[in-house]
T-cell receptor
């Protein structure tokens, strides 16, 4: 079955540091890949997505590239801000069918001034 | 315009009681979900409905009963509440035959005393 593995947190960084949160997946077919962000006290919201191999999703300075050869979708940001403190979830979804979306376990990011 | 809304936002109740959480989406999506998030932020799917029909039912106690009166609404009724039911419950919706991007509600924090 499908699965998503992402690095355990918490991750603590100083403001303006470089961020990488690793995500690898196992799937059949050609899934779409997502990063969701959950700010404290809120629901999850889509941060970025990529629907096919070699696509790069980007939003708010965050980027992730769909790497089929390494089955990875690592999240990166060049310079984090305190406002980026949140929990980040990698997820995998299959289009064209009624399979559930598979979420990773979440990585908590804390950015300190 | 709220895309996915849930009521109530907070719910505090005694063990053994019965309670309901309501969810509505105005995105025109055909599929709705209930997720449970525990204190470690782990997100677990409970149910999924497509056009009022149950399509995913994970291993959830039968004290939990989802009801979908129409494709814009998915309510969750919980009987005989237990301490372990304390969690944040998220409703979500998606258009499955696209990339299945999930749109989440703000969550309902359920506390069972």
């Amino acid at each position: 079955g499908n699965s998503v593995t992402q690095m355990e947190g918490p991750v603590t960084l100083s403001e303006e540091a470089f961020l990488t949160i690793n995500c690898t997946y196992t799937a059949t077919g050609y899934p779409s890949l997502f990063w969701y962000v959950q700010y404290p006290g809120e629901g999850l919201q889509l941060l970025l997505k990529a629907t096919k191999a070699d696509d790069k999703g980007s939003n708010k300075g965050f980027e992730a590239t769909y790497r089929k050869e390494t089955t990875s979708f690592h999240l990166e940001k060049g310079s984090v801000q305190v406002s980026d403190s949140a929990v980040y979830f990698c997820a995998l979804g299959n289009s064209g069918g009624y399979q559930k979306v598979t979420f990773g376990t979440g990585t908590k990011l804390q950015v300190i001034p | 315009d709220t895309a996915v809304s849930q009521t109530p936002k907070y719910l505090v109740t005694q063990m053994g009681n019965d309670k309901s959480i309501k969810c509505e989406q105005n995105l025109g999506h055909d599929t709705m979900y209930w997720y449970k998030q525990d204190s470690k932020k782990f997100l677990k799917i409970m149910f999924s409905y497509n056009n009022k029909e149950l399509i995913i039912n994970e291993t959830v106690p039968n004290r939990f009963s989802p009801k979908s009166p129409d494709k814009a609404h998915l309510n969750l009724h919980i009987n005989s509440l237990e301490l372990g039911d304390s969690a944040v419950y998220f409703c979500a919706s998606s258009q499955v035959l696209q990339d299945n991007e999930q749109f989440f509600g703000p969550g309902t924090r359920l506390t069972v005393l």
